[in-house]
């Protein structure tokens, strides 16, 4: 049985203005395949610049953009300039770390 349930998507800061801006929406559902996709490619196909990328949450979780994504995933991506301490707490300076790495 094929899973159909959308990915459940948010923007926050200024990949959140980068889509206004383009006229598109900041939250949305997307369908993906059964077997997934990475967020670096669910972020390209929404046309998300990954250089501003930091983490993505991936079912509250936050982690690197290669991470899948599955079908009933909800994700949030996060771009760098999150305040100091909160990048710590919410796991971002680690997921950052790993792509300029």
Do not use: W
């Amino acid at each position: 049985m094929q899973d159909t349930r959308p990915v459940s998507v948010r923007m926050f800061g200024n990949l959140r203005r980068h889509r206004t801006k383009a006229g598109l929406p900041f939250t949305l559902d997307v369908t993906v395949s059964r077997e997934g996709t990475s967020a670096r490619d669910l972020a390209e196909d929404l046309g998300l610049p990954c250089d501003e990328i930091e983490g993505v949450f991936v079912n509250h979780t936050v982690y690197d953009l290669d991470h899948p994504v599955r079908p009933g995933d909800e994700v949030a991506y996060v771009p760098y300039g999150t305040p100091g301490p909160h990048r710590l707490y919410l796991g971002l300076y680690k997921a950052g770390r790993h792509d300029a790495g």
